[in-house]
């Protein structure tokens, strides 16, 4: 049996869930996301502890088990998103990288390029742009993750010097140039 699987899913007050054969539909003050359930998942709402059980068919199958768990963190997800917005922040490092809000729901990247790239952000999420950091928030964790690892991906830090996107929590490993081993 999974053990992340067989927990129950609280549903705190303010939130309301209604489950669907093949998803989740989950209300609360940040909005409303729907979770599709994966394949030989199940859901049922307990009305004891007020909370959400997810069940798979024949539990003693190895991948059914990890679907399990799967299925029940995705609707863990949503559930703590529509309460609390998730977010990501990223860190612009190197000389001339700029970043600035172009609009309400774009990015205007300049990272070394020719040119600046504009990064048109997803609907559901929002950015918030101070000096060399972005915030990126949303109630979905999966698409929060998604638009910080497209926009890191247009420049990775590198090695050396460290330039580049990183999120903040990040730890740059650096290595020694040419210059370091030329020393005796």
Known sequence: MSRIGKKLIPLPAGVDATVSNESVVIKGPKGTLTVPLPPHSHAELAAEPRSIVVTVDHPEITKNNAIWGLARQLVANAVAG????????????????????????????????????????????????DKQLVTISGIDKQLVGETAAQIRRLRPPEPYKGKGIKYTTEVIQRKAGKAASKGA
């Open 82 to 129: 529509v309460q609390k917005a998730f977010d990501k922040q990223l860190e612009f490092v190197g000389v001339g990288f700029k970043v600035a809000m172009a609009g309400a729901n774009a990015l205007n990247i300049e990272v070394g390029f020719s040119h600046p790239v504009k990064f048109e952000l997803p609907a559901g999420i929002s950015a918030t742009v």
